[in-house]
């Protein structure tokens, strides 16, 4: 591989990391999208797709929540497609490179939040001395996130294409037995990754209604989830509790002049626009607090135009921890930049009172969005567009990345107005049953189409017979007399008891990699 080539593969790393700080979770740095452009770029793009759907689906729990650090699926994508294209390898061959990768890419990442803490620690310390630099501190916290994935690919396509070609020639052909039974053991981790953030014990048996109707009725992860929709929407229909609705008659009225903001086209295209950079110089102890202020900030300074040390202390105050689903904070920032407005007029409006609007209202617009988006719409999208990539068809990387982006600008602009449109009803609805009976549905859902990724997605059996007065059975065939598919759900739910033991993912990916190798290579699983 060429020094430009690595280059350019680094680069590429590096700007899909930048893009979700930057500009928004656009999943630009998702293995389905990532892994063929890297074969795109390096002349195999069937390559880049099956491996793309492969870890796609092995990443499928990888979702960042908080300031928790998963394993970086953006290094490890580029990284095992440039290999297996490079050694000309199956997907299977190039997880053994590209899962431990994902795992030792995490350090960088650790390293990039670390130094994001320092940067907006000179933030405050320069608002002492009356100056701005939260532009500042995004961009060059950002340029620390992009490094953290430039700089590890770059050494290990520059000084590594070499050595793993000579290694993986003279892999025998047991071990490369196991390392196919492990790859396929992969997914299994991610299923139950996904089902942590999801399950709660009243919906668990949701879970299980999407695997048998999978497996029985053979109708694909869509199939099931829209077949949960159908369910989902039964259900909060005919027994909902109205007494608990929420009702626009049961919030204070609202003069329109007096309680809500307003708000030029120009202001509010400047928020909408700079809300995709929610998640700039992230880091762990102040997590989206420089990213939020960057959104708010035009519309400080234009309403404290006048006023230098009341801008001061209004960023000061948002300096402070904030986290949230990036889609949809729009109404936080309506009900900050009202708040915001009427003190910068001089009203009685108390910085407890600002404060508490953005811890009232962060916690619950998360559970919404990870419900949602992270949980149900990416899920759903990505088994159906895996299954055309593992397929080797160009539009799988397309339709993903276009569907969920053309919902996600839709959703951040509808938020972010309906936040201003509403004023301070946008919060009642935040808090109401209404909003509490959404997040159920889309886990009722989400959980389903996890249940059909399980029983379609992990291929594991296994060729073990035994012998009845002298006739040869099959284990598999008797395993799927009594459920189709038990192996893959067994195996999954063994992973999610681990898990819950609060066993780390680090330690279970090496378990399952070296079990799988050792019940690959003997031959009682294939």
């Not at 290094?75 to 997880?95: E, N, P, V, W």
């Not at 229909?237 to 929420?246: G, L, S, Y």
């Not at 895996?386 to 600008?409: D, E, K, R, Y």
């Not at 399980?454 to 065939?477: H, K």
Request: hydrophobic share 50%; proline share 4%; aromatic share 10%.
């Amino acid at each position: 591989m060429s020094v430009f080539m690595v280059f350019v593969l680094s680069l590429l790393g590096g700007f899909a990391y930048f893009s979700r700080r930057f500009m928004g979770e656009l999943y630009l740095e998702r293995p389905i999208v990532l892994a063929p452009i890297v074969g795109l770029l390096m002349g195999d793009i069937q390559t880049g797709l099956i491996v793309g759907g492969t870890l796609e689906l092995i990443f499928m729990g990888a979702v960042e929540i908080g300031g928790g650090v998963t394993a970086n699926y953006t290094i490890g994508t580029i990284i095992g497609t440039a290999f297996a294209i490079t050694t000309g390898s199956d997907a299977q061959t190039s997880l053994t490179i590209a899962v431990p990768a994902a795992l030792i890419g995490s350090f960088f990442e650790v390293l990039a939040k670390t130094g994001s803490t320092f940067i907006v620690n000179g933030v405050e310390s320069s608002l002492e001395k009356g100056k701005v630099n939260i532009p500042l501190a995004v961009h060059s916290g950002n340029l620390l996130h992009g490094l953290s994935n430039f700089i590890p690919i770059f050494l290990a396509l520059y000084l590594g294409v070499d050595a793993v070609e000579t290694l993986l020639d003279s892999t025998p052909e047991w071990l490369q037995n196991g390392i196919e039974v492990a790859g396929n053991l992969l997914p299994a981790l991610g299923f139950a990754l996904l089902l942590m953030t999801l399950v709660t014990p009243l919906l668990f048996p949701f879970f299980f209604i999407g695997f048998l109707a999978a497996a029985y009725l053979d109708i694909g992860v869509l199939g099931v989830a829209l077949f949960g929709f159908i369910i989902v929407v039964i259900i909060q229909t005919q027994f909902k509790e109205k007494e608990e609705d929420f009702s626009f008659e049961e919030t204070e009225n609202i003069d329109e002049g007096k309680e809500q903001t307003i708000i030029s086209k120009k202001q509010f295209r400047s928020m909408y626009f700079r809300s995709f950079a929610i998640q700039s110089a992230f880091s762990f102890d102040r997590m989206q607090s420089v990213g939020f202020t960057w959104g708010l900030l035009p519309y400080l300074k234009d309403i404290y135009k006048d006023d230098h040390s009341g801008l001061i202390s209004a960023i000061k105050r948002h300096l402070t921890f904030f986290n949230t689903h990036p889609w949809i904070a729009g109404p936080i920032y309506a009900s900050v930049a009202s708040l915001e407005s009427q003190k910068a007029k001089g009203e009685d409006v108390e910085e407890s009172a600002i404060q508490g609007i953005k811890a009232s209202l962060m916690g619950p617009v998360a559970g919404v969005g990870d419900s949602l988006f992270h949980g149900t719409l990416r899920p759903v999208i990505a088994g159906v567009c895996a299954s055309l990539a593992l397929q080797g068809n160009m539009v799988a990387p397309i339709l993903f990345f276009v569907s969920l982006n053309i919902i996600h600008l839709f959703v951040r602009w509808y938020t972010l107005k309906i936040g201003f449109d509403l004023g301070k009803q946008a919060v009642g609805i935040i808090a109401s049953n209404t909003m509490k009976k959404i997040m159920e549905g889309a886990t009722m859902a989400g959980l389903m189409a996890t249940g059909a990724l399980v029983a379609v997605w992990i291929d594991i059996s296994t060729p073990a017979s035994y012998t009845v007065e002298d006739e040869t059975i099959s284990l598999q065939d008797k395993l799927d007399e009594i459920l189709p598919g038990m192996l893959p759900l067994a195996i999954t739910m063994l992973i999610f008891w681990m898990l819950r033991k609060r066993l780390g993912t680090v330690p279970i990916l090496i378990i399952i990699i070296i079990v799988g190798i050792i019940l690959g290579s003997l031959n009682i699983l294939s």
